[in-house]
């Protein structure tokens, strides 16, 4: 089984600590596509497309990767996503695109991250010290099941 996360982090690094976290296991890479190419994606079992929220939504560049992106047969496609506070579904847009692609869409990860943008860095920012290991918790525990559905698809 192998395992792709496209991810941007551009502010605290909040979205780089979870792809960080799932790197640490077998079979898993991550990429920050702001700072090289985007990877050839075919072969993997499971792509994650990774990002912190801005202005209400995922960054443009990974917007741009998901709609590029060439689904193969079989390849389970996750999204992840960290941001100040978590009031909707901030990934709809990503999701549509998706399905609209015919992506066998596996689910989310959503976590708080530390937010200093505009007003909030006045007050010295919001959802300090996140993500935290409840959230690495929580995301072990998303990624598990991700694992799972990649696994029951190649033991067809």
């Known amino acids: 089984m192998k395992i792709a996360i496209l991810?941007?982090?551009?502010?605290?690094?909040n979205?780089?600590?979870?792809?960080?976290?799932?790197?640490?296991?077998?079979?898993?890479?991550t990429f920050d596509i702001l700072?090289?190419?985007?990877?050839?994606?075919?072969?993997?079992?499971?792509i994650g497309f990774a990002s912190g929220i801005y202005f209400n939504a995922m960054h443009p560049k990974i917007r741009e990767c998901i709609r590029?992106?060439?689904?193969?047969?079989?390849?389970?496609?996750?999204?992840?996503?960290?941001?100040?506070?978590?009031?909707?579904?901030?990934v709809k847009r990503e999701e549509k695109i998706l399905k609209e692609k015919g992506a066998d869409y596996v689910g989310k990860f959503c976590c708080?991250?530390?937010?200093?943008?505009?007003i909030?860095?006045?007050?010295?920012?919001?959802?300090k010290n996140r993500p935290n290991e409840k959230d690495f918790e929580k995301a072990n525990?998303?990624?598990?099941?991700v694992k799972g559905q990649i696994k029951k698809e190649s033991a067809k």
């Not at 991810?7 to 690094?13: A, F, K, M, P, T």
């Not at 193969?72 to 978590?86: A, R, S």
């Not at 708080?112 to 505009?118: E, L, W």
Request: glycine share 14%; charged share 25%; net charge positive.
């Open 15 to 29: 979205t780089r600590k979870i792809a960080e976290l799932l790197a640490q296991r077998e079979n898993v890479e």
């Open 7 to 13: 991810y941007v982090s551009v502010h605290h690094g």
């Open 120 to 127: 909030l860095r006045k007050i010295g920012g919001i959802a």
């Open 68 to 90: 590029e992106f060439k689904i193969e047969k079989g390849q389970k496609v996750f999204l992840l996503y960290t941001c100040g506070i978590h009031i909707k579904n901030y």
């Open 141 to 145: 525990g998303f990624f598990e099941s």
């Open 112 to 118: 708080r991250g530390f937010d200093t943008y505009g």
């Open 35 to 46: 700072r090289g190419e985007i990877p050839d994606l075919t072969g993997y079992d499971g």
